[in-house]
């Protein structure tokens, strides 16, 4: 197990970098800043719209939408009503605030107490993100880890059951 608060893997961060967007997983006071990089497109779910006002694309509804080849938008609610998780080529899931790895238990967190909009509709976006596969949790706040696909999984879903 390899446990890190550092960035991506090279390989992440070309393929990202590559995509010339920005990818809000929440509302956030950076936002703003961010957009000053003026790239050619900006995701933003619907529900965190006024995040970003010049989004140029916005995410609907509940289901994964595939935003670009292999870059997979998965709405999270529960720590705002429209955090996303974006999966990366199947590997690298950026999960914002909903998800992260505490290096302390040495395991999956959630954290409760930054939970703006609602602890069971996370607990049940954490439950179906269990559908996707991958190796890496790249979290905005908290650690980030690799872990072998089948592990992360175990993980996540002993994490939903504490939850």
């Not at 991506?8 to 509302?27: E, L, M, Q, T, V």
């Not at 006002?53 to 720590?79: C, F, N, S, V």
């Not at 395991?107 to 269990?130: G, H, I, M, N, P």
């Amino acid at each position: 197990m390899r446990c890190s608060s550092a960035r991506p893997p090279r390989s992440a961060r070309r393929a990202i970098g590559r995509s010339r967007a920005i990818f809000f997983r929440r509302s956030s006071r950076r936002a703003s800043t961010a957009a000053a990089t003026t790239p050619d497109r900006v995701w933003v779910h619907e529900d965190d719209a006024r995040a970003a006002p010049y989004a140029t694309d916005l995410l609907r509804g509940g289901e994964p939408t595939e935003i670009r080849e292999r870059l997979l938008a998965i709405p999270l609610p529960g720590h705002t009503k429209g955090s996303v998780a974006y999966l990366l080529e199947d590997a690298y899931l950026f999960t914002g605030d909903s998800l992260a790895w505490s290096r302390e238990r040495k395991d999956l967190v959630a954290f409760r107490d930054a939970c703006w909009y609602s602890w069971s509709e996370q607990r049940k976006s954490l439950a179906k993100l269990a559908a996707h596969r991958f190796e890496w949790v790249l979290a905005g706040h908290g650690g980030s880890v690799h872990l072998p696909p089948d592990e992360m999984r175990a993980r996540l879903d002993a994490l939903v059951q504490r939850m």
